[in-house]
């Protein structure tokens, strides 16, 4: 039991280390490229309207400490298992649980008028804000 636990924790801090693992912590978008997968992501975020504004854990974590960290842990499990198995969609898909929080996101700041198209009658309760909006953090 030893054994392995002192096994799982070398290699995972030998992977933590290798991947600069660290570096995820921050806020800085040039770390979300150091996949080579997600340079295209960041290419394109780069030409957007957002690129002024909101960096991806703007986007893509909630707007709270304990949210953006477990969404950052989580995501990080995933994507390291996902390209350790080469098993991933090329080009990369944002899967139902990350679709929401970016939701979730948009809704924050961008609230006043989300809560008026909400409002407006006729419409059949919330309308994904990427209906209409789906080039706006990607611009390709």
């Given at each position: 039991?030893v054994?392995?636990?002192g096994?799982i924790t070398g290699?995972?801090g030998?992977?933590?280390?290798?991947?600069?693992g660290?570096?995820?912590?921050?806020?800085?978008?040039?770390?979300c490229a150091?996949c080579?997968?997600m340079?295209?992501?960041f290419?394109?975020w780069?030409k957007?309207?957002?690129?002024?504004v909101a960096v991806?854990?703007?986007c893509?974590?909630?707007h709270?400490l304990?949210g953006?960290y477990y969404?950052?842990?989580?995501?990080?499990?995933?994507h390291?298992?996902a390209f350790?198995?080469q098993?991933?969609?090329?080009p990369?898909q944002?899967k139902?649980?990350?679709r929401e929080?970016?939701e979730?996101a948009?809704?924050?700041?961008?609230a006043?008028?989300v809560?008026?198209i909400?409002?407006?009658?006729?419409?059949?309760?919330?309308q994904p804000?990427i209906?209409?909006?789906?080039?706006v953090?990607?611009?390709?």
């Amino acid at each position: 039991l030893v054994v392995a636990a002192g096994a799982i924790t070398g290699i995972g801090g030998y992977t933590f280390i290798y991947a600069k693992g660290a570096s995820y912590l921050s806020n800085d978008p040039v770390v979300c490229a150091n996949c080579h997968i997600m340079q295209g992501h960041f290419d394109a975020w780069v030409k957007s309207s957002h690129h002024t504004v909101a960096v991806c854990n703007d986007c893509h974590t909630p707007h709270n400490l304990v949210g953006k960290y477990y969404t950052k842990g989580l995501n990080g499990f995933y994507h390291s298992l996902a390209f350790t198995l080469q098993n991933f969609h090329e080009p990369i898909q944002i899967k139902k649980r990350n679709r929401e929080v970016t939701e979730e996101a948009c809704r924050y700041c961008h609230a006043d008028i989300v809560r008026m198209i909400d409002a407006m009658p006729g419409e059949s309760g919330k309308q994904p804000c990427i209906r209409c909006h789906s080039t706006v953090g990607h611009a390709e």
